[in-house]
């Protein structure tokens, strides 16, 4: 089975910046779509960004797009949230996402075409 984990999350200011990491193991294909969403006190987890397989495109929430930027390391199984121009409103507990079986018709924003999900990293971010 395929194991995520998270990191890179911790407490900033706002404005601030983070990149979260999010490390597959125990599957050496890559292609398969990447997902981060958040969760935060009193709310359903949320779709924050996305990057398929094929060609690389990605996918925004409109509350980070401009914001944060998705990226993958092929060679290295992870995939990367950089976060700028942080806000208060940001901070959860963000979740990777991997749908080991991506077609290219599938939605990206839904959370249940995702097969495995990391612990997650918490963010919080001050104002």
């Known amino acids: 089975q395929v194991q995520l984990v998270e990191s890179g999350g911790g407490l900033v200011q706002a404005g601030g910046s983070l990149r979260l990491s999010c490390v597959a193991s125990g599957r050496t294909a890559s292609r398969y779509n990447m997902g981060w969403f958040r969760q935060s006190a009193g709310k359903e987890r949320e779709f924050v ?13 409109d509350s980070v797009k401009g914001r944060f930027i998705i990226s993958r390391e092929n060679a290295k199984n992870t995939v990367y949230l950089q976060m700028n121009s942080l806000k208060p ?3 959860a507990v963000y979740y990777c996402a ?5 077609r290219s018709f599938t939605t990206v924003q839904a959370a249940g075409n995702y097969d495995t999900w990391g612990q997650g990293t918490q963010v919080t971010v001050s104002s």
């Open 49 to 61: 960004a996305a990057i398929r397989w094929t060609e690389g495109s990605t996918y925004y929430a």
């Open 89 to 91: 409103e940001d901070t």
């Open 98 to 102: 991997a749908d080991l079986n991506p």
